[in-house]
């Protein structure tokens, strides 16, 4: 596997543009439907981290032609995501730092914290 890499990230600040260009930008969330459930950010797709592997090709589908902003609770899930994404050629990925709690915390405080 790929050596992670700090160009693999992207801050809330400048998550926030690029996430409402859908056009351009794939939101992925690889938290737990549990998770997913008890807060989003709207129009993310959801794909548990382990299932990652077994649905690449759906998410290499669904994200044709757009940079992948991937993310989870705090960012370490989603960081992993986007290594194994970029191992399997998808190169425009990258993980959303702090994750849906700084989304939260930053960005928009109705997403509820956990």
Known sequence: MQRMDAMWEVTVEDAEPLIGRTDSTFLLDVR??????RARIDGAFL???PEIPE?????RQ??????IVAYCHHGHRSMQAVAFLREAGLGAA???SGGIDAWSRKIDPAVPRY
Do not use: Q, T, V
């Open 47 to 49: 794909c548990p981290l």
């Open 32 to 37: 737990y439907p549990e998770e997913f459930a």
């Open 94 to 96: 990258r993980s959303m």
């Open 55 to 59: 649905r690449l090709e759906e998410i």
């Open 62 to 67: 669904a994200a044709e032609g757009r940079e």
